[in-house]
């Protein structure tokens, strides 16, 4: 019995610190802007590693899964434990048909200090959705 909860602590502890490290982004709207579609990221740096690098790369298929549009997003600086909002204009996007948005790609991840930035960002990374558009990896 004492194996098991020793075990078990070790796990929930190890599960805690992965969920602490982690860089949580949130689709948080896509809305129509003085006739442009606006994009409205949420990112959560709950890690304690500043980020001097961070792009990720979005597709946006339409609600029949065709792809609409693709962009590639500078999230940096990430300052750790850190919220922030990026905003970003998609001109040739339909907002109103958007169904889905991809995380393609992490395409740079760079802490300032180099010796801190992840083996794999993807693992590292949580998505979120508000509303109807899926976020998905």
Same mark, same amino acid.
């Given at each position: 019995?004492?194996?098991w909860l020793v075990m078990?602590? +070790? !796990?929930w502890a190890g599960?805690?610190?992965?969920?602490e490290n982690t860089v949580n982004i949130e689709l948080n709207n896509i809305a129509l802007r003085?006739?442009?579609?606006?994009v409205f990221i949420r990112v959560g740096n709950e890690s304690d590693t500043?980020?001097?690098?961070?792009?990720?790369? !979005?597709?946006?298929?339409?609600?029949?899964?065709i792809i609409n549009d693709r962009v590639l997003v500078d999230?940096?600086?990430l300052r750790a434990r850190k919220t922030s909002i990026h905003v970003f204009d998609m001109p040739d996007l339909d907002?109103?048909? +958007?169904?889905?948005?991809?995380?393609?790609?992490?395409?740079?991840?760079?802490?300032?200090?180099?010796e801190n930035s992840p083996d794999d960002c993807f693992a590292a990374v949580r998505l979120n959705a508000r509303g109807d558009i899926s976020f998905i990896r």
């Open positions: 019995m004492k194996k078990a602590m +070790v !796990l599960a805690a610190a992965a969920q003085n006739d442009v579609c606006q500043n980020y001097a690098a961070f792009k990720i790369d !979005l597709a946006f298929f339409d609600q029949d899964g999230l940096a600086p907002c109103g048909n +958007v169904g889905e948005v991809l995380l393609n790609d992490i395409t740079e991840c760079q802490a300032e200090n180099a």
